[in-house]
C-alpha cells in the first residue's frame, strides 16, 4: 500500500479491462492527459486508484467524450 492510499490500486492493465480501452490507449491518457489521476510505481508496471480512475472516466464520458475510443 502506498501511504495516504486507502483505495484499490489497479494497472493499466486492469483499468483497460474495466473501461474498454486499450492499455496502450490508458498510457496515453496517463501520460497526455494532465486530468489523468496519479500513478505510482509498482515494480514493472504503474498503478493507479480505482476510485480516482472511475470518477475520471465518469467526468470523461460526461465532457462528451466515449469510453470506447
Known amino acids: 500500500m502506498i ?6 490500486l489497479i494497472t493499466f492493465t486492469e483499468l483497460a479491462r474495466r ?3 486499450s492499455q496502450q490507449r490508458i498510457s496515453q491518457l496517463a501520460a497526455t492527459d494532465p486530468k489523468f ?5 509498482f515494480g514493472p508496471v504503474r498503478v493507479v486508484s480505482w476510485e480516482e480512475a472511475e470518477q ?3 467526468e470523461r ?5 466515449q469510453v470506447e475510443e
Do not use: A, I, N, S
Not at 3 to 8: L, T, V
Not at 37 to 41: K, L, N, R, S
Open 3 to 8: 501511504p495516504g492510499m486507502e483505495h484499490d
Open 19 to 21: 473501461v474498454g480501452l
Open 37 to 41: 489521476p496519479d500513478t505510482f510505481p
Open 56 to 58: 475520471y472516466f465518469k
Open 61 to 65: 464520458k460526461q465532457r462528451g467524450r
